[in-house]
């Protein structure tokens, strides 16, 4: 039988991931819960057991491919010693080159974002019958989301480009073939073809023209426009000047495809002025003398030297630049801070911190009080406990508590407890110790990390006193726990202002201002100051 494999959805908010790393090649056995894959995504880094045992006898994305979840990345045949026959006796498909010995790879176009189905390859690193390594760069390419390297599966000879420089190629089209033999590699058919590395290279507005106007003179310009957002332009009668004054959303202000889908729908709605072109008038018309150009984002090139490091952002870094910036862009950031008297839970913990732990095994912190005050503020509040989808809100049944925990060298990940209101203060304690040391151990599975309902962030742990954190997409407000810090406060004693020395702590709420007011923000905070400073340590 047959067993598909598929990329897991590692969050709520998450639709694809990064294959980072194969452990096993085609061919192999493989057992149940055994090591397949190491895959990536913007909130984490984690390995992918085989869900059944067996032969892989298919592997349908390549190292450092991006795929949609829920699409399939290998096959297991459980009949194991069937499989490996079936892999030795398979026949090879026909295509453009005839090889002696080896593996002929086709090396299709990747996959790189739920919404993309084309990109155009920019520049060839490796000509026909050069040798290339695993993970090494043999082409670039660009679409409306990213230009990026595509490095080599396999180690072997390019033996085939079918795809030039310039050409824009459907997602999962064969561009190029490697041989894995480095044998010798024939064309069935010899083609009068000028060589790639005598083609001529289209300029930008040569190429926007050919792929999407080829009877009209393009203006030339400074931006980069992908043949996707140049063929929604183009049905949707978007002129040039329009493109050109365009603010994009993408790296270096690059328009994307949801930046021209924006502008039409604003178009539709009236949000900003229809022009209504000639029957004479083409999609695409020079700018008039008067425009004036949309400002450029700044730019900004380092290179290495004495005074300076140039390092390359890893995957997960990347990821997380992107989900802050999206979360910065689609909610409405308000921050809130009040200041919290620690002193009743800080008694408790310095009596009962020992024999907590010889009692239960974990140690005993602050964290899981905090947790505790949290959750009743948001079964009291449930609106901060929502989601917003379009002109919807979304309130959570359930909440599922995120904490998010810094994983060195530079990364950053949420898992959260499920149903966490179901929990007393050993149960959270146990839980939020045993998430840490999961996230930390690349122990954590998909479904620690999906479905989160409100998070928790805790600098404090670092010496910060407070802090404005970003939101959690998609949820509407995160709470940031500072330090515990003691200082002389002002209190009252039978009437009289006297001075105290106090554990004092700030705690700050980010909230999306779409949903979340300064009323509903403000009362949020107060909930939980009050369960804290008044907590009944009595009854843990």
């Not at 002929?104 to 050069?130: C, Q, R, Y």
């Not at 959260?416 to 007393?424: C, G, L, M, Q, S």
């Not at 702590?505 to 369960?531: A, E, P, Q």
């Amino acid at each position: 039988m047959k067993v598909d494999v598929v990329m897991p959805k590692m969050g709520e908010s998450l639709n694809e991931g990064t294959i980072l790393k194969w452990h096993k090649s085609k061919g192999e056995h493989v057992k149940k819960d055994e090591i397949l894959l190491e895959i990536s995504t913007d909130k984490v880094d984690t390995e992918i057991p085989s869900p059944e045992e067996g032969v892989l006898v298919d592997i349908k994305a390549f190292e450092q491919e991006t795929v949609e979840v829920d699409s399939v990345i290998a096959v297991i045949e459980t009949n194991g010693e069937a499989a490996a026959e079936e892999i030795k006796e398979e026949p090879k498909e026909e295509s453009s080159t005839t090889q002696v010995g080896g593996e002929l790879i086709d090396i299709p176009m990747p996959k790189m974002g739920e919404s993309v189905m084309e990109g155009t390859i920019i520049k060839w690193h490796k000509a026909v019958g050069d040798q290339v390594k695993r993970d090494e760069i043999i082409f670039e390419i660009s679409t409306d989301k990213v230009d990026t390297e595509v490095p080599s599966p396999v180690e072997g000879t390019l033996a085939e480009i079918i795809h030039g420089e310039q050409d824009t190629v459907d997602v999962d089209t064969v561009v190029a073939r490697i041989s894995t033999s480095g044998g010798i590699v024939k064309p069935k058919e010899a083609k009068a073809e000028v060589p790639l590395e005598q083609k001529p290279v289209e300029t930008k507005a040569e190429h926007l023209q050919t792929v999407q106007a080829p009877k009209q003179e393009l203006p030339k310009s400074n931006k980069f426009y992908s043949p996707l957002v140049l063929n929604i332009a183009r049905k949707e009668n978007i002129s040039f000047d329009e493109l050109e004054n365009l603010r994009g959303s993408g790296t270096g202000g690059r328009v994307t495809k949801k930046d021209v889908l924006k502008y039409v729908e604003d178009k539709k709605s009236g949000k900003v002025p229809t022009t209504v072109p000639s029957a004479a008038a083409q999609t695409y018309q020079a700018p008039k003398a008067e425009s004036v150009p949309a400002p450029k984002a700044p730019s900004f090139e380092f290179k290495p030297g004495a005074d300076s490091e140039v390092i390359p952002m890893d995957n997960i870094r990347k990821r997380i630049m992107e989900h802050m910036v999206n979360s910065r862009d689609t909610s409405v950031h308000v921050s809130a801070i009040i200041e919290v008297d620690m002193s009743r839970i800080y008694n408790y913990l310095k009596r009962n911190k020992e024999s907590f732990q010889a009692a239960n095994g974990v140690k005993l912190t602050y964290m899981p009080f905090i947790s505790m005050a949290c959750i009743k503020a948001l079964k009291e509040l449930p609106y901060v406990n929502a989601s917003i989808s379009g002109d919807n809100i979304v309130v959570k049944k359930n909440i599922n508590l995120g904490f998010a925990v810094a994983v060195e060298p530079n990364g950053l990940i949420v898992p959260n407890i499920k149903n966490a209101d179901e929990r007393n203060i050993v149960g959270l304690a146990k839980a939020i110790n045993e998430l840490s040391h999961k996230s930390r151990s690349k122990g954590l599975v998909p479904d620690d990390i999906m479905d989160g309902t409100f998070t928790i962030t805790n600098y404090g742990v670092f010496g910060t006193l407070f802090g404005t954190p970003i939101i959690n997409q998609p949820e509407v407000g995160i709470l940031g726990v500072g330090a515990i810090t003691k200082k002389p406060v002002v209190i009252e004693v039978d009437g009289q202002d006297t001075i105290a020395i106090k554990p004092m702590m700030y705690l700050s709420l980010s909230h999306d201002h779409r949903l979340v007011d300064g009323m509903l923000g403000g009362k949020f905070l107060k909930s939980i100051k009050d369960t804290l400073e008044n907590f009944d340590v009595n009854n843990i």
